[in-house]
């Protein structure tokens, strides 16, 4: 099946996840410049790292110990982890100067927490789409979109997802799939950018959006991936990329960031057909230029 895009303006979400390096003052930092920059969302990240991760992996060195904030990896992880009362500071910061706030949850204590928060949306890491005991509460405790990135998931359980999301009648209106490849970061033959279209072939009348989650480096394929019909952009974000930590270097910093929003928006107001054979900008250039014989 062919479908008509329609091309709405790109939503651009700079998402910080954990890049604030565990304080809430440069988290604040990187909201102002994502806003500075043109990105009118930004997105956190929310674990219960007890529940989430088993005790062998929370006591287990970080495996790149140079990045890590702890001794183990659980001790690095909660260094990073914001609690719920500083998601409730980020989300007011976000109120107050006209950014969209959001976070990622990785299990159901996390997803049962920033429910309570109504934002706009939440967000289903890649890692945590099989886990179906918090797609429920997600599905049926929260009102808002439910984005979902499906790097390293199978076809078949994409459609387990979907059909779970369907089981209540709620894909349509509320489930939101990224086009993603899980990597830190993703070299340009591994992004597989036509997923996008298997998503519209298989999905486009079964979900409410497509989007686009990318871990490269630049971004001229993000261009691409809303020309294919992702209409949500998400890309990680950072102030420097040379900064202690796992995701920095697979992010953008601001300049970057910025010439990401000039380049979608330009394309947006590119990808439509001529209102005329020939234009008026045209015309000049034709009255001048034009072969008379």
Request: net charge negative; with cysteine.
């Amino acid at each position: 099946m062919r479908f008509e895009y329609d091309y709405k303006e790109p939503k651009i979400i700079a998402e910080i996840g954990c890049n604030h390096k565990g304080e809430i003052d440069i988290a604040k930092e990187l909201i102002d410049l994502a806003k500075d920059s043109g990105a009118k969302y930004v997105k956190f990240q929310k674990r219960n790292n007890k529940e989430l991760l088993t005790k062998e992996q929370y006591d287990t060195p970080h495996p790149v110990l140079e990045n890590s904030y702890g001794k183990t990896y659980g001790e690095h992880r909660e260094f990073l982890e914001f609690t719920k009362k500083q998601h409730s500071q980020l989300k007011d910061y976000c109120d107050s100067i006209g950014v969209i706030y959001s976070t990622s949850v990785w299990d159901v204590t996390s997803a049962k927490e920033m429910c309570e928060f109504n934002p706009e949306f939440l967000k289903v890491p890649s890692a945590c789409n099989n886990n179906f005991e918090m797609l429920k509460v997600l599905r049926d405790e929260y009102k808002g979109q439910v984005q979902l990135s499906i790097g390293m998931t199978t076809k078949e359980e994409v459609e387990g997802i979907v059909k779970f999301f369907e089981e209540t009648n709620q894909a349509k209106s509320r489930l939101l799939i990224y086009s993603c490849t899980s990597g830190y970061p993703v070299p340009a033959k591994d992004v597989s950018l036509l997923e996008i279209n298997w998503l519209y072939e298989n999905y486009g009348e079964r979900v409410n959006e497509i989007g686009f989650s990318g871990h490269h480096l630049g971004v001229a394929l993000d261009v691409a991936a809303y020309t294919l019909g992702a209409r949500w952009i998400e890309r990680h974000f950072t102030k420097d990329k040379t900064w202690k930590g796992t995701d920095h270097g697979a992010s953008l910093e601001p300049d970057e960031l910025k010439l990401l929003v000039k380049s979608l928006n330009e394309a947006y107001e590119s990808l439509h057909y001529k209102n005329d054979e020939i234009l008026p900008i045209e015309q000049v250039q034709r009255d001048k230029l034009k072969n008379r014989k």
